[in-house]
């Protein structure tokens, strides 16, 4: 079945690059999203790529989509104390309606 | 614009109550919406898909007559745990789909149920 994976955490500095990967199975996927949930909060999309596009750069995020290798990743430049979060990517497919899958969620940690 | 309300936040109830979480959307029509659970330090767990007037759809593994899920309205949805136990205390999330990118999930900010 679909299935959607991501690594559970992650450190860095604050300051430095942050990159967070996620990899899906399913190739009809016409949607790939990026979702946050800070602390005791509900989820919030962050930003999105389309399964035709390559690239998209949205200020500090960049999102990369290989589709041959079926590999997701989000790079946060500059990462602040502020993106100490969980990241969670999404698939999105079409069956019948559409059909969201979700990662297991990435724990990011921003070190001071 | 589409933002997605829970009510309450967070709730403590004696073991062997019922709980009702309400979702509301508040600035669209939520054609969809959806109820996850999630535990500490791990991923959404969908627990059923409901649409406004008909009968919710559970996942796999999740008891109907335990959690029951109403939609009364497009811009309603409740889910109330019924006869509760502490086993049953976690973080409870909806999310609603309506408008936005295709497949776009609005969630709202989450209800913490602890059953004593």
């Known amino acids: 079945g679909e299935d959607v994976e991501q690594s559970l955490f992650l450190s860095v500095r604050e300051g430095d690059s942050s990159v967070i990967n996620c990899t899906y199975t399913d190739s009809s996927s016409t949607y790939l999203y990026w979702y946050k949930q800070e602390p005791g909060a509900g989820l919030q999309l962050l930003t999105y790529?389309?399964?035709?596009?390559d690239m998209k750069q949205d200020q500090r995020l960049t999102v990369l989509l290989n589709k041959k290798d079926k590999h997701l990743s989000l790079r946060i430049a500059d990462t602040q104390t502020g993106d100490s979060a969980i990241y969670f990517c999404?698939?999105?497919?079409?069956?019948?309606?559409?059909?969201?899958?979700f990662g297991a969620g990435t724990r990011l940690f921003v070190k001071a | 614009g589409a933002v997605v309300s829970q009510h309450p936040s967070w709730v403590i109830c004696k073991s062997g109550t019922s709980v009702k979480i309400e979702c509301r959307s508040l600035?669209?029509?939520?054609?969809?919406m959806f109820w996850y659970r999630q535990f500490p330090k791990q991923s959404l767990m969908l627990m059923a898909t409901?649409?406004?007037?008909?009968?919710?759809?559970?996942e796999q593994g999740v008891e109907k007559d335990k959690f029951l899920i109403n939609h009364a309205s497009l811009t309603l949805s409740t889910l109330t745990v019924t006869s509760a136990h502490p086993e049953d205390s976690s973080f409870y999330i909806c999310?609603?789909?309506?408008?936005?990118?295709?497949?776009?999930?609005?969630f709202g900010e989450g209800s913490r149920l602890t059953v004593l």
């Open positions: 790529i389309f399964s035709n596009m």
């Open positions: 409901s649409n406004e007037g008909s009968k919710a759809t559970y």
């Open positions: 600035d669209f029509q939520a054609t969809t």
């Open positions: 999310s609603a789909t309506g408008q936005g990118r295709p497949g776009e999930l609005f």
């Open positions: 999404a698939e999105i497919y079409e069956t019948g309606g559409f059909k969201t899958i």
